[in-house]
């Protein structure tokens, strides 16, 4: 019984830090988003940005980002391509599912096929950033029908979703505690997107809250829980040898998370990849030089037509 007097010191620092941080209701998002921004996969609700005509491209967003982080490219990609920018699971404005299959990468990958089905399409290219990368390169191996080419933006390893859960995890309500007293509060976020660029001007209020808001949504629980608790199995390994797709790599060489590098050797390895290094850039190319990346991928796509 030496655990009681720590409990009780914990229950009421934790009912103070689980009030820090309020969260939206799925109900209010549902009235304020218009419904043709969502696609039902299975009993889900999943939540896209959608413009333009002519071939698929779909846009993966990173860990802790969502549709939002891809604003600034959207539009420019939406002259020349039908664009779907969509919310993985425990992100933006999906749905958040209970169940931890959800959140690993087959559970992704599914929601995206899942929301391309829902579209009537078939094939699309794919952009992914980092979380988002290693999303797209997961669904390249296992789903090569399914992928015309694809863009890598400072891309995670294919690994990276199962490789950064932790133990610590698995104890769901103290770690639920901690993203809702300090992780999702705005100097928390404005922190990680200063580690995240090159020129720290560019984090404005307007920035952290724009991803915040996309963040404290109901459901942070079974998400955060299903994105960091161990894994049950043995994740499977991904051959980047295998993906012989057109693949288009970009990189910020000033990226402290994930060094130009490792982006370059990973590169390497895929046999039909183009690596590109854009300088003064982090690991945020949409938020620090969309014109630039846009530069990149537009020929790059519209050399992989048809």
């Not at 490792?262 to 949409?286: E, I, N, Q, Y």
Request: charged fraction near 25%; hydrophobic fraction near 40%.
């Amino acid at each position: 019984m030496r655990f009681l007097p720590l409990l009780l010191l914990a229950l009421p620092l934790g009912l103070f830090l689980s009030g820090c941080v309020s969260l939206r209701p799925f109900s209010e998002i549902r009235k304020e988003v218009p419904e043709d921004r969502f696609v039902r996969v299975g009993d889900q609700l999943v939540h896209i940005e959608r413009a333009g005509a002519g071939e698929p491209v779909v846009l993966l967003h990173g860990f802790g980002a969502s549709t939002w982080a891809w604003r600034k490219v959207l539009p420019g990609l939406a002259k020349e391509f039908d664009v779907i920018a969509i919310d993985l699971n425990g992100f933006g404005y999906t749905e958040r599912p209970r169940d931890r299959e959800s959140y690993t990468r087959e559970g992704q990958a599914r929601l995206v096929l899942g929301a391309l089905d829902a579209l009537g399409i078939e094939k699309a290219h794919f952009v992914g950033h980092s979380y988002g990368g290693a999303i797209t390169l997961w669904t390249a191996s296992r789903h090569r029908d399914r992928v015309r080419s694809i863009v890598l933006v400072d891309s995670a390893a294919p690994t990276y979703p199962e490789d950064r859960r932790s133990g610590l995890a698995a104890f769901r309500t103290l770690s639920l505690l901690f993203v809702r007293g300090v992780a999702l509060r705005p100097g928390g976020i404005r922190r990680a997107l200063e580690r995240s660029v090159y020129d720290d001007s560019i984090v404005t209020p307007e920035l952290v809250q724009g991803y915040l808001d996309r963040l404290r949504i109901e459901g942070l629980g079974d998400a955060y829980y299903g994105l960091t608790a161990p894994s049950r199995s043995r994740p499977e390994i991904v051959d980047l040898r295998t993906i012989d797709v057109p693949a288009l790599v970009i990189w910020g060489a000033e990226d402290e998370l994930i060094s130009v590098h490792s982006g370059r050797r990973a590169s390497s390895l895929l046999p039909r990849s183009t690596f590109v290094v854009l300088d003064k850039t982090g690991h945020l190319p949409m938020e620090e030089r969309p014109e630039e990346l846009l530069a990149l991928m537009l020929p790059f796509l519209e050399r992989q037509r048809g």
